[in-house]
């Protein structure tokens, strides 16, 4: 009877055990594939110059604007030619603007090389963090991606608010032609307690086209889980350096205007 019990006890255990395994998040539970955005052919990328109150953090010339996320050193990307490309070796990762911001509205401009390789979220990827909470790629991410006739899911592609939102429209230009981001970010407040006072709200132009309309944001990015809220008062920007294997992306002409 002990014996049987024990085996009993013990197959209950086991079942248990693979449940909780079974029932463990998986990052394509947050994937979303349709409906698919229409395709909408823009003029081109948006050339702004930054006007006179804005804080220029990147005018190719170099990055004394910017920090590695990691340790806070000056930040080793690489700058020729007036641009700014991703750096993927092992070790460096992401960057971040040194200044902290609550409210403001951010320009930026990315290509994503001609040659590019690869296919889905391994294509051309890295990301805009409208808030930089943490390490690592802890914040609120604008997704960057080739969107060119390469299939995702639809809430991880250019224009998205990575796991979030899904754009209104798919105005991705080719690889190798400049691209750009106007947005205007609403930081989200909290109370004493650290409750949500009031959430997040992004409004995203992708090449002149709005693709996201003030929408309201769940909580921070996170790639397996559903978002969550955490606490802070301002964040740095912060600009992504993607694991995937193709190559990297540049940016250039990054602006931002301080709002209430």
Do not use: C
């Not at 693709?211 to 920007?237: C, M, S, W």
Request: charged share 20%.
């Amino acid at each position: 009877m002990r014996r049987l019990l024990l085996t009993v006890a013990l197959s209950f255990a086991a079942t248990a055990v693979f449940a909780q395994e079974t029932a463990k998040p998986k990052p394509e539970d947050t994937e979303i594939w349709s409906p698919v955005p229409p395709v909408v052919t823009p003029a081109g990328a948006v050339t702004t110059p930054p006007p006179s109150d804005a804080i220029v953090l990147f005018d190719g010339k170099n990055l004394d604007q910017w920090v590695q996320v990691s340790d806070k050193s000056p930040a080793k990307w690489s700058v020729n030619n007036g641009i700014l490309t991703v750096n993927k070796e092992k070790g460096v990762g992401n960057i971040e603007t040194k200044k902290a911001f609550r409210n403001y509205q951010l320009h930026i401009e990315w290509r994503v090389p001609a040659t590019i390789t690869g296919e889905g979220q391994g294509r051309g990827n890295s990301g805009v963090f409208l808030a930089s909470t943490g390490p690592g790629d802890a914040g609120y991410e604008l997704q960057v991606l080739d969107s060119y006739q390469n299939k995702t899911y639809v809430n991880g592609m250019a224009g998205s608010l990575y796991k979030q939102a899904i754009p209104l429209a798919n105005p991705g230009l080719k690889p190798g032609e400049w691209q750009s981001y106007d947005v205007i970010w609403t930081a989200p407040t909290f109370n004493a307690d650290g409750s949500v006072k009031t959430p997040a709200h992004a409004t995203v132009l992708f090449n002149g086209v709005l693709v996201e309309n003030h929408f309201q944001l769940k909580g921070e990015t996170l790639y397996i889980g559903q978002p969550v809220y955490k606490a802070y008062d301002r964040a740095p920007i912060k600009l992504q350096a993607h694991g995937d294997k193709s190559e990297p992306l540049s940016f250039r002409n990054i602006w931002v205007r301080e709002l209430p």
